[in-house]
């Protein structure tokens, strides 16, 4: 068997090619962030070129905008394209109702508004993403805040019965700043019972943004294993 990085990068390659197989011509695209979502616009642009397709991407960070570009995908915007056809972005956890766990990249607000803004979302993803329930492992729930409100928003997740902490960068000084120039607080709060119910309540914050909790959006996941690709719809 490969060493265990080897397969996560090419189960997550595998499933990114699975999802892609979903655009069709003068398709809009939202174009997720992250590294499991770089496999999916490289593999995009290699389409574009192969097929000649005439494809918009909109992308949900900087990072998805640089690589668009570098892929040779044409991006957009929601002002000029206000539907949709078709989203593919990766996730932090999974769970079997296809409810996720998103934003340890940091760009989970524009996530979710590609997400409600797309007829159809494909998540793409390595097994090791998939949990019974969100939460487990003890992983925390990614919320973008307004700095203005860090100290409030941090009371008022211990009341809810979380640890929040705030998100501090990696080769600078101090917290990480999103693309709308906000901080991000990990929240967590244990295995998650009722997630659209924890969603309500933080979204309900004074200055909380947005949540990490992603609940009904997904339609399919594509779960690369070291022997298949996995794919999973959202029971309606």
């Known amino acids: 068997m490969k060493p265990r990085q080897d397969w996560i990068e090419d189960a997550k390659r595998k499933a990114a090619l699975e999802a892609v197989k979903h655009v069709k011509n003068g398709f809009v695209i939202g174009l997720g962030s992250g590294s499991t979502a770089a496999y999916a616009i490289e593999a995009l642009g290699e389409r574009i070129k192969r097929e000649r397709l005439s494809i918009l991407g909109i992308p949900t960070s900087y990072q998805a905008f640089l690589l668009a570009v570098k ?33 340890m990249g940091g760009a989970l607000a524009r996530e979710k508004i590609v997400a409600t803004a797309s007829k159809h979302n494909i998540i793409i993803a390595d097994e090791s993403k998939k949990v019974r329930v969100l939460g487990e492992n003890g992983h925390p ?96």
């Open 71 to 103: 892929h040779g995908i044409t991006v957009t915007t929601l002002e000029e394209q206000s539907e949709i056809n078709l989203a593919i972005d990766g996730a932090d956890q999974i769970d079997a109702k296809l409810n996720l766990i998103k934003g």
């Open 141 to 236: 729930v990614p919320v973008e805040v307004l700095p203005f409100a860090l100290s409030i928003v941090k009371h008022n997740i211990e009341a809810l019965g979380g640890t929040p902490v705030l998100r501090e960068a990696k080769g600078k000084v101090g917290p990480v700043i999103t693309d709308n120039g906000n901080a991000v607080i990990d929240a967590s709060f244990g295995i998650i019972g009722n997630v659209a119910k924890l969603e309500r309540k933080l979204k309900m914050i004074p200055g909380v943004l947005e949540t990490g909790l992603f609940v009904s959006l997904a339609h399919i996941a594509y779960i690369g294993t070291p022997a298949k690709v996995e794919k999973i719809k959202r029971r309606t």
